[in-house]
Every structure is written in structure tokens, then in C-alpha cells.
């Protein structure tokens, strides 16, 4: 009987430990989790400024060749213009060599 009691005793000792064991395990895989959860937030936040940057840069670069586009219509009208002017004075310089024969 006493042997008995003494088995029970120790099978006893043994579950508590266990469930202590098991109690730290969760615990360390709890706060394990909570880390990951933290780093993941992060991440994610610098995702989205990185986002953000690369969206700003776009718009930029957007803003810069709409720019530059009408600076090249506004000078491809001005070489135009030019080209009108010189056939206007090649034409009137003919119109004038015409009148002195």
C-alpha cells in the first residue's frame, strides 16, 4: 500500500511537471507569436511607406514629362512658326527679284 501510494505520489509529481512544461512551452510560443505579430505590423508599415514613396516618385516623374511634353509642343510650334516666317520672306524676297527684272 505504501509503495502504491508513494507510485501515485511520483505519477502525480510527474503530471504537474509535465504541465508545467507544457504551460512554459505555450508561454514561450505565445510571446513567440507576439513578436512575430509585432515584426509583421512592421513590415507591413514599412510596405506602405514604401508604397507611398514610390507613388510620390510616379507623380513626379508623371508631372516632369507632362512638362516636358508641352515644352517640346511649345517648341516644335515655335520652329513652325519659324518655317511659316522663312517661306513668308523667301516667298516676299522672290515677289521683290520679280518686280526688279
Known amino acids: 500500500r505504501d509503495r502504491k501510494a508513494r507510485a501515485a505520489q511520483d505519477e502525480m509529481r510527474r503530471l504537474v511537471e509535465q504541465a508545467q512544461e507544457q504551460e512554459a512551452e505555450q508561454a514561450r510560443l505565445e510571446a513567440e507569436v507576439a513578436r ?5 505590423e512592421e513590415i507591413d508599415q514599412g510596405l506602405l511607406e514604401k508604397k507611398a514613396m514610390a507613388e510620390q ?3 513626379q516623374r508623371r508631372a516632369r514629362e507632362d512638362l516636358e511634353a508641352k515644352a517640346v509642343a511649345k517648341v516644335q510650334g ?16 522672290k515677289r521683290v ?5
Open 57 to 59: 516618385v510616379i507623380g
Open 97 to 101: 527679284e520679280a518686280l526688279r527684272q
Open 78 to 93: 515655335a520652329l513652325r512658326e519659324v518655317d511659316d516666317q522663312e517661306m513668308r520672306v523667301k516667298a516676299q524676297q
Open 36 to 40: 512575430s505579430s509585432v515584426r509583421i
